[in-house]
Structures are given as C-alpha cells and as structure tokens.
C-alpha cells in the first residue's frame, strides 16, 4: 500500500484510526537480540499480515531434521520407535538453503537433498571405578548416549561440496538414551529438507509470537500512597514514582513491560484514575530460534515466503479473466 495515495472516499477507512493506519509507513524496528532471540516491532500493519507472519515462522519456513532412522542394532530398553522419535526431534545445525527437498518416494538419498548422521555406541564397566561406588558416571564408560555422539557421514561428493560446513546437532547435551554394561546403540539417520506444516521436528523456531503494544494513561495525578499502590499493580519498570515539590507523583515509565495483569481494577480509588488501551497497529514480536539458524536468518526468510505468497495469488488474480 502506498501511504500517499489515500482515497478521500475510500470504503472501510472513513474513520480517524482507519485513516490514520493507512497513512502511516510501514517499519520494522530491532528492539533486542541476544543469541537465538530476537524482539523486535513491526508498525504500520494489520493483524492478519502480523499472523501470517507469525505462522509462517512456525510453519512454513524449511529446515533440516532426522526422517529415517536405520536401526542395525538396539539393546537398550528404548524402543526403536521411541528411539527414532527423539533422534527425529534433535535440531540439526544445517543451512537448509544449501540442500533441496527430496522427491516422494526416494529410497535412497543423494549429496543434494539428504545428510547422513550415525550413532554407534557400547556401555561397557569402567575397571578403574572404585569398589564401592554407587555412581553410574564412574561404574560404567558411555552409559549416557548424548547428540554429541551423533556423526556425520558425508554421502557422495559433500566433502568437498561442503569443506567447512561442520553439521553436527545444535546442542551436544542433549540425552538420547541410557545404556547398561553390555548395551549398545548402533543407527543410521537420513536428514532431510522440509516444513513444520509437515511435521512439528522441521520448525525452526521454539517460539513465535506476538503481542500489541500497550498503552496506559494516567487520567488524573496519582501522589503518595495511592501512587506507590499504582506501581505494585503493574510489571517492575512500567510505573515509576517521581519526587516532585515534596510529593511522590506517578506517571508510566515504560509501558511495553506491562503484562496487562488488569490489577489496577482492584482497588476502588484508581479504577477509574487509569486506562488501559493497546496500540492497534503496533505489534511486538517474540522469535526464539532453535539454533538451527539465527534468528534475524529466520525473519528474513519468512518475509520472503510472504512476499513470495502474495506474488502468487496477484499471479493468480492477472490469469483469472475479467468480465
């Protein structure tokens, strides 16, 4: 939408906020960004591009994960399908955007679509362990099979596709199963490219979310007592209490803390001293990434998936033939 261009008459947008929200240019602002999280604002926008943001974020965005699982050999007391199912859940640290989907009906992987992990470990007793200790981490030498023991087998010719690539799982602490002297895991696992509309284990994100932007305002002057009541009933940093000619006066400090505990109504003497509102238009969002890819990585690939969204159905609209 181009804001300079507003129709005086134009349907739906005859009211202030509706003329005030077309108007206003779109902007995205990075709040904050530490390591697989990312808040940031988006301005400007309406509630079902936010969503379908959102959605695409969990949903639609590719990554790589554990699709078949090759069990050669399973003597611990974990099934081969729960087995199969937690390898399945272990993210992947796998640029998604190096590989293709693979084709329905592949049996076999090539360099292009598929990596290849094995898990090949045996429980065995440790002789140097002490006589009377009662402590598995001593008695017994790799009782606890962790995603660190995961290792990449490079299929055809990745080796030198991918020198410096290093795919291995996010995290190395990750536990897998337990194992008794005597047990042992021995698997082959087949990555591959896909969505989390498919299956929940390609989502790239932990969370996605999105929340609008607070607005109080204080109708009246809140002093002394009932101004320190005020600031117990919202979220530390919302409210502060400044000195002013000898009397503590509250006024809203930062309202993006605001949880919208709703606390305030409460209390008789400041319900109707306070109004709680959102800012329609201004949308806070949440991203936590999985650590398969970063988090600004993440955000900028669904907007291209949006964008690509919304080509297609313009394509769609310029095929249909107009009366």
């Known amino acids: 939408v181009h804001t300079t261009d507003f129709p005086g008459n134009y349907p739906g947008y005859e009211d ?9 240019a779109f902007r995205v602002d990075v709040i904050r960004e530490e390591g697989d999280t990312l808040e940031f604002d988006m301005v400007g926008i309406d509630a079902a591009i936010a969503n379908a943001f959102r959605r695409i974020l969990l949903a639609e965005v590719p990554t790589m994960a554990v699709e078949k699982v090759f069990v050669y050999n399973n003597t611990s007391i ?10 399945g859940l272990i993210p992947i640290r796998a640029d998604p955007r190096l590989f293709e989907y693979r084709n329905q009906g592949d049996q076999e992987g090539t360099e292009i679509d598929t990596l290849q992990f094995q898990l090949k470990i045996k429980c065995s007793r440790n002789p140097q362990a002490a006589k009377e200790s009662s402590d598995p981490d001593e008695l017994y030498i790799n009782h606890k099979v962790y ?9 055809g010719n990745q080796t030198d596709l991918f020198p410096d690539a290093g795919f291995r799982p996010v995290h190395d602490d990750i536990l897998i ?14 990555c591959v490219k896909g969505i989390g509309k498919d299956h929940a284990k390609f989502s790239p994100v932990a969370t996605a979310s999105y929340r609008l932007l607070p607005d109080i305002t204080l109708l009246k002057p809140i002093e002394d007592e009932a101004a320190e009541t005020l600031q117990k009933c919202f979220s530390p940093g919302v409210i502060e209490i400044q000195n002013i000619k000898g009397k503590k006066v509250a006024r809203v400090a930062n309202a993006r803390l605001d949880t919208f505990s709703r606390e305030v109504f409460r209390h008789e003497g400041l319900k109707n001293l306070v109004r709680l509102a959102r800012v329609r238009n201004h949308y806070i969002f949440s991203v936590e990434s999985t650590g398969i890819l970063p988090p600004d990585v993440l955000v900028s690939e669904a907007i291209k998936i949006l964008m690509g969204k919304c080509q297609r159905f313009l394509n769609e609209l310029d095929s249909v033939p107009m009366e």
């Open 177 to 190: 199963a337990l194992l008794r002297p005597g047990q042992e895991i021995d698997v082959l696992m087949h």
């Open 78 to 87: 974990v099934q081969d399908e729960i087995l199969a199912h937690r390898l």
């Open 147 to 155: 995603s660190k023991h995961m290792t990449w087998v490079p299929l």
């Open 16 to 24: 202030a906020w509706d003329r005030q929200r077309f108007e206003e």
